[in-house]
């Protein structure tokens, strides 16, 4: 008998107990189902719309699921050579946000800021802005070059960061086409800020 087939888990270290663990698709190496969850609950979401078509991926430290559990070629196509795309910025011992799209290769953005789900009366401008992610992410415009939305977590529970962005060959005609549908950058860029 040999204990040499015995596999550690990636994230944490511990001990896996042979046939009952799952695998780190971004490391390409043995992962618990715990490492596994809770890498899941704070990933980013990287959502992709073109001509009516909507993909959604979850991008964390140690998995990327799209919604067959793949890690789709729209991905793979942005991130360049490493998969281990998912990025933390640090503002202070206590605070900090996600920061994955410096990671992404060929893309412009076009805005970026914060939303939240929870605006008060000073924050009207992020229920525009929610309502604008709504629309688009109901396939309301059949957006004509492929356009990005990168969520991300923040250190405030309520807030969360975002990215509004397109390849950079695109970037002239989606700026266009933004004007012409009624959401110019200029607007985007204040709803975010
Ligand atoms: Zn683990």
Redesign the pocket.
């Given at each position: 008998m040999t204990t040499e087939t015995q596999q550690k888990?990636v994230?944490?270290d511990?001990i896996l107990d042979e046939d009952d663990y799952t695998y780190s698709n971004v490391q390409d190496k043995p992962?618990?189902y715990?490492?596994e969850e809770s890498d899941l609950q704070g990933a980013s979401t990287l959502v992709k719309v073109h001509g009516g078509e909507i993909d959604r991926v979850r991008i964390g430290d140690y998995v990327i699921y799209d919604e067959d559990a793949e890690i789709p070629d729209f991905l793979t196509k942005i991130a360049g050579d490493s998969l281990d795309v998912r990025k933390w910025t640090k503002t202070d011992a206590w605070r900090g946000h996600g920061s994955t799209i410096e990671n992404f290769k060929g893309v412009k953005v076009l805005a970026s800021g914060w939303t939240t789900g929870w605006a008060d009366e000073y924050h009207q401008r992020k229920i525009k802005f929610n309502n604008f992610l709504n629309e688009i992410g109901e396939g309301e415009y059949a957006t004509p070059f492929p356009i990005y939305v990168l969520l991300e977590q923040t250190s405030n529970v309520f807030s969360q960061g975002v990215d509004f962005f397109t390849e950079e060959r695109y970037e002239s005609q989606v700026t266009e086409w933004l004007e012409e549908i009624g959401y110019p950058v200029s607007v985007l860029k204040e709803w975010l800020s």
């Open positions: 888990c994230g944490c511990s992962l618990c715990g490492c």
